[in-house]
């Protein structure tokens, strides 16, 4: 599987409900719905570096798959997360926060994130 390159978001969905119900600011929800990021993935074997731009803010996470890592929330909370690897798909797993699947399907990413009853869908091609 090859989520290597980088990503331009074209559509999302719900966007500015996910990030209220996963305790965003006011402020970063409103910079956020207006900015389509750019996603710059770098895989080598299980381990992978997901870089997310936007025109105000780029944010860096890395990790291996399979092995607990930190993640920073938006609104600067740390908690763990256990990302998993199968067939075309990355999962992410924070039980009490979120659940994150990003999918390629075709030329594109589709990322669908849950929290709650909430789910934001983010559809990108690869550029």
Known sequence: ?????TWKVYYEENVE???????APAIAVKMR???KPVIV?????????????TPVITKVHSFTIGK????????GRKFKVIQ??????????????????REIIGNEMIETMTAGSVTFISKSKRV
């Open 17 to 23: 409900d996910f990030l209220r119900v996963i305790g």
């Open 84 to 101: 998993s690897l199968k067939l075309l798909t990355c999962r992410v797993c924070c039980p009490d926060k979120f659940t994150s699947v």
């Open 33 to 35: 719905k207006d900015n």
């Open 68 to 75: 607990e890592t930190e993640m920073t929330a938006v609104d």
């Open 41 to 53: 993935i770098e895989q080598k074997g299980e381990d992978f570096t997901c870089t997310i731009k």
């Open 1 to 5: 599987m090859d989520f290597n390159g």
